[in-house]
């Protein structure tokens, strides 16, 4: 069965940094996309970055290009969402999610870790 388990949300700042991480378990995600999504209160879920486990392609959201990097560790089977310069809007639950490729939809979700930045 599909684990997606994510950690390293908290209080923080703004300006502050933090890293989220995403452990994979339960299948081969080679050939998956690995994306991070978020949903502050009375809002819509928000694309915020996706990564191709193979060759590593990156997108992102308008609202965190340069200040977000996801990244991953195929030997542990985890993908990382470092967040730099974090803002109050950046406030959210923060979900890990899995598609098996780019014009599925996302078929695996995480319980979410919480992320707040205080002003």
């Known amino acids: 069965q599909v684990q997606l388990v994510e950690s390293g949300g908290g209080l923080v700042q703004a300006g502050g940094s933090l890293r989220l991480s995403c452990a994979a378990s339960?299948?081969?995600?080679?050939?998956?996309?690995m994306g991070w999504f978020r949903q502050a209160p009375g809002k819509e879920r928000q694309f915020v970055a996706s990564i191709r486990w193979t060759g590593g392609v990156t997108t992102y959201g308008d609202s965190v290009k340069g200040r977000f990097t996801i990244s991953r560790d195929n030997a542990k089977n985890t993908v990382y969402l470092q967040m730099n310069s974090l803002k109050p809007e950046d406030t959210a639950v923060y979900y890990c999610a899995a598609k098996s490729a780019l014009g599925a939809p996302y078929d695996y979700w995480g319980q979410g870790t919480q992320v707040t930045v205080s002003s």
């Open positions: 339960g299948r081969t995600f080679s050939s998956y996309i």
